[in-house]
């Protein structure tokens, strides 16, 4: 049963746009660096990910910083930007009762500024694994689903007043966690289907099966008489440098499978750890940024 003032929600609507097909797009997880974007051209990239921290906008209630998502896409190019909102402040967390409000709130104030100019945006991330962006609100799953839908339906309706083209993406679900399907079940029957234009899943480890993923989803949609959604891979990369290159393969060769990959990312993240990036973080290269670049370029 949806647990939500149907009127409240009226704004909810599907874009018309044409959903993307087998695209390869990049998570820019430093796109304050103007070498990113430019990166990212030499790639020939279509798609960028890129995050906005919900704690960086709005550090305390009320006070949003309007200069900080310009300053976030300040050397964006042609790229269609799908923007990540994430990381709520501490203070919405301790008055969770109004959680669903205030994150629409923050992004109502971010789609005035983009308007049209973002072509997607996904709502949170990984949420069946507290810790990289969506509260824990104390381990209690059914609890923390029941939070994200109405908080995912509150914000696409806010979005929907300044954005009326942009896909809508549920937050991308990690391998790890509580159980991504079951954790889908338990958002989807409490998000209205005129909410969300597509699923994101972080298929971490899963090359080779991008297909079976989709076809699992699809049950899942079928189980609960809810109909079909594209499933967007909003994130997937490796640390294992070794490997990354055939992965790599492995992910293009799939590309016909799916409507849209994001590869994470431009660069590593630090200098001492999360070595996921085509580049090292002070930005010297590596040879997974030409394979790459190889393979993009002869699709």
């Known amino acids: 049963m949806i647990l939500f003032n149907a009127k409240a929600y009226a704004a909810c609507a599907l ?35 890129i995050e906005i921290r919900w704690d960086f906008l709005e550090p305390e209630p009320g006070k949003i910083d309007e200069q900080y998502y310009s300053n976030v896409v300040s050397y964006a190019g042609n ?5 990540l909102f994430n990381h709520a402040p501490r203070w919405a967390v301790e008055r969770d009762d109004g959680f669903p409000e205030y994150a629409a709130r923050a992004v109502s104030a971010i789609a005035a500024q ?12 990984e949420p069946n694994l507290p810790g990289f962006g969506w509260p824990a609100w104390e381990g209690n799953e059914e609890r923390s689903a029941l939070q994200y839908a ?3 339906s509150a914000v696409s309706a806010s979005i929907r007043e300044h954005n ?14 509580n159980d991504p399907e079951n954790f889908l079940r338990l958002v989807v029957r409490d998000i209205p289907a005129s909410c969300y234009d597509a699923i994101g899943i972080h298929p971490y480890g899963r090359q080779g099966q ?6 699992n989803i699809k049950t899942v949609m079928n189980e609960e008489g809810l109909p079909q959604k594209p499933i967007w891979f909003t994130e997937f990369g490796t640390e294992d440098s070794g490997k990354r290159d055939a992965i790599m393969r492995q992910i293009f060769a ?26 090292e973080y002070d930005g010297s290269g590596k040879t997974g940024y030409n394979v790459f670049k190889t393979l993009n370029r002869s699709r």
């Open 15 to 49: 874009s018309p746009a044409r959903h993307p097909s087998g695209i390869v797009g990049l998570q820019l997880f430093h796109p304050q660096d103007a070498r990113s974007w430019e990166w990212a051209r030499d790639l020939d990239v279509e798609w960028v990910r």
């Open 164 to 177: 009326k083209q942009a896909f809508i993406v549920t937050a991308g679900l990690s391998p790890d966690g």
């Open 114 to 125: 983009a308007g049209e100019n973002i072509k997607a945006w996904e709502i949170f991330n």
């Open 210 to 215: 991008l297909q079976k993923i989709q076809d």
């Open 150 to 152: 109405r908080t995912f």
């Open 254 to 279: 799939e590309s016909d499978s799916y409507p849209i990959l994001f590869w994470f990312s431009e660069r590593d993240l630090t200098r001492w750890g999360n070595n996921y990036g085509l580049r």
């Open 79 to 83: 790229q269609k930007i799908m923007l």
